[in-house]
């Protein structure tokens, strides 16, 4: 028997290890259930099927590309973070494992933020997975594309063909990609800290996943329907109270959609890229700290 | 050797809303009850009688709506005085996908053990709760009776001062009951405190020091074992060896001195003991 006994560590508030221990198990839970890899070969196989897209002018075939592999990056994460997490804290509850971690010097905060760094660790990964193979094969269809140029110019003066390499290269990869995949990215984390929030409240992970879909939804069209109700209408102050409200239940989804951009080559301007990425952040706490609010009172 | 009570409970009720209803549930009234260091003190009573909300209120887990509940002297509702508290929940499942060593890995860095000390304390409790051929298994594959022992072993990761056992046997079958009974045992003996609830009163008079006996969230009863149960005007022999001539004098004995004999019968075992030996050596085929 050990002779130092519990009671004689110095308990400290808050405990990285303990956040880090519930994080790695967290991780460590979800990379084991089967929703993870189905989600992760539907989006490798989409993105993996672009390869073989009608052929259309390299520029048309790579704007599809981009276009297939980021939209389908941006929904299998959002799908990932929402049914990923929707399930985290009822089942620990239904299954009284919180029981056991909650009785150990553990707040509530820290199994909170250890188990949404999980999964937020996990849509990493994902993104990771699916951006390496979206390069992967953007790098492919740009060779091919390269050689295709070069076999068909290859009696053209050398500065034509030059000319049309360049084309080729420009219009594969851009480094507005790198950007374009982080907010994509970010707007996970933000889904995954309110799927969390809502899962503190909600008795059943289909509860939580039926409420995030209607977010997800409203979220995408609530700029638009806000958009066009200010320029029909002069603003009241209560009015722009309402509004802040419904921008917090239902974030603008929409503002993290810079893809349209990318796709089209357009460069993402640092000051757009650096807000879109503090919005993101500035949601995914907010939510982070609603769920703790709420967790801390939870009858257990 | 601290001087504080392991557990302190003061006019501790707990009354949960119902909705849709005008009533609501009244789990715990006015409940006083302390729980003395190096002693088993056993919380009885039918199902719905408010064991498991009592538990959970001294373990921080609910809080009550009025009254207090202090673990060795820290108030229950902070996270610090649950940092010599080991618990184990009424049919505990833990994560399937872990092993026995993950598990218990898992919950001893959640109690600050790193490295070569939560090493030496896994080999330690798997080897106390019998489950080192089973380390390597992951715990969707666990009988009840090995989740049971692994959720001991996982209160006891920390080396805890007091051990909360809600139903520990719930479930198990008598060899794996046994085990869990010894083990208590065997805690009390290196002066662990343990509050445990169980609906089986058998298996609570073998092992507890005092007992309270909780009904509609009432404390009916309370106090040690062997005063609660004593028949003040009764007395018992068990003799090994006695010829009839013996026990005829000692009856005859009896009737002079107007002592009333209430019954003579053979000495028994007890049921489980008798399962227990005819299972024993016995490996499942």
Known sequence: ?300 | MTTEPAVAVRGLTKIFPVPFRRNPLVAIRDLDLQVVAGEVYGLLGPNGSGKSTTLKIILGLVSPTRGEAKIFGRSSSLVSSRAGVGFLPENPYFYRYLTGQETLSFFGKLCGLRRDRLRKRIDELLKLVGLTNARERRLGTYSKGMLQRIGLAQALINDPKLVVLDEPTAGVDPAGSRAICDLILDLKRRGITALLSSPLLAQAQEICDRVGILANGILIREGKLEELIAIENRSEFVLENASDALVAEIEALAQRSNAKLIARRKSTTTLERLFLDATKDRPNE
Not at chain 1, 237 to 242: C, D, L
């Open chain 1, 1 to 300: 028997m050990t002779t130092e006994t519990a009671l004689d560590f110095q308990h400290r508030a808050f405990s990285p290890g303990r956040v880090f221990a519930i994080t790695s198990n967290t991780l460590t839970e979800l990379t084991r259930q089967k929703v993870f890899y189905v989600v992760l070969i539907f989006a490798l196989l989409l993105i993996g099927s672009s390869i073989v897209l009608a052929r259309f002018s390299f520029q048309q075939e790579f704007q599809i590309l981009k276009d297939v592999s980021l939209g389908a990056i941006s929904i299998f994460t959002s799908l990932l973070a929402i049914v990923a997490t929707a399930r985290l804290i009822p089942q620990d509850i239904e299954d009284r494992t919180v029981y056991t971690i909650l009785a150990k010097p553990v707040a509530r905060f820290e199994y909170l933020i250890g188990k949404l760094i999980g999964v937020l660790l996990l849509l990493a990964i994902s993104t990771a997975i699916m951006s390496a193979m979206f390069l992967a094969v953007l790098y492919f269809r740009e060779q091919s594309a390269l050689h295709e140029t070069a076999r068909q110019l290859a009696n053209a003066p050398q500065e034509q063909l030059e000319d049309a390499l360049r084309a080729v290269r420009a219009s594969a990869f851009n480094y507005n990609l790198v950007p374009g995949i982080a907010v994509i990215y970010l707007k996970s984390c933000l889904l995954a800290s309110l799927a969390l929030f809502i899962s503190t409240f909600a008795s059943t992970n289909i509860f939580t996943i039926v409420v995030m879909t209607f977010v997800y939804l409203i979220g995408h069209l609530q700029a638009t329907a806000r958009e066009y109700w200010l320029q029909e209408n002069v603003p009241t102050w209560t009015a722009r109270v309402f509004l802040a409200l419904v921008a917090l239940l239902f974030p603008d989804l929409q503002a993290f959609n810079l893809v349209d951009d990318v796709v089209a080559g357009a460069a993402i301007p640092l000051a757009v890229f650096v807000k879109t990425a503090v919005l993101g952040l500035f949601y995914t706490t907010i939510y982070a700290f609603l769920a703790a609010f709420v967790f801390y009172g939870k009858e257990l």
